[in-house]
């Protein structure tokens, strides 16, 4: 009895999928190994699963680029050109610029240094004072700065203290104004006089009411 037919459509279920993926996976790549020693044929394969893993196979006796020239001179079509190449260049450049710097950096830390001959390391102690120069000057306009915001800070708490004691003596002022029997005469007369002095007259009926 043979198989049923499976409906060509995205699989749901995740681990069904990652198991189907597998196993067609490696069924392709080994087709494509086989066809490449049956028909001495040149074959490239790359594979990205969902995940953006990459999985590729290319003849051993050529190489992706190689692949690609044939397909342009035959297709017309062009999927690597100069540009690409020299966009490829110049990643190599920084990649390996990337890793002399890394040596350097090593170097700074004291690391790596045994093979180094006597004019490297003198270099390499020339940077390390210059930059320690450097980390000493950036320290000194940090203590300065921090010496004018103190003072800032120390003149400001003065000049608050002089307003609060000058608030305190004009209190004090006037509570000993508060305190003097003639002030307090003068109130007694004022308090004494205010009756008289805001005193309602009695509103007299209008006649022509009556009329």
Known sequence: MGRGKIEIKRIENLSNRQVTYSKRRN???KKAKEIT???DAKV?????????????YCSPSTTLVEILDMYHKHSGKRLWDAKHENLSNEIDRIKKENDNMQIELRHLKGEDISSLQHKELMAIEEALDHGLASVRHKQMEYYKM???????????NKELRFVLQQHEMDMEEHMREMENPYHQQRMRDFNYQMPFAFRVQPIQPNLQDRI
């Not at 490239?44 to 590729?56: C, N, P, T, V, Y």
């Open 44 to 56: 490239s394969l790359i594979i990205f699963a969902s995940s953006g893993k990459m999985h590729e």
């Open 27 to 29: 069924g392709i790549m």
């Open 146 to 156: 921090k010496k004018r915001n103190d003072k800032l800070l120390e003149d400001e």
């Open 37 to 39: 020693v049956l028909c």
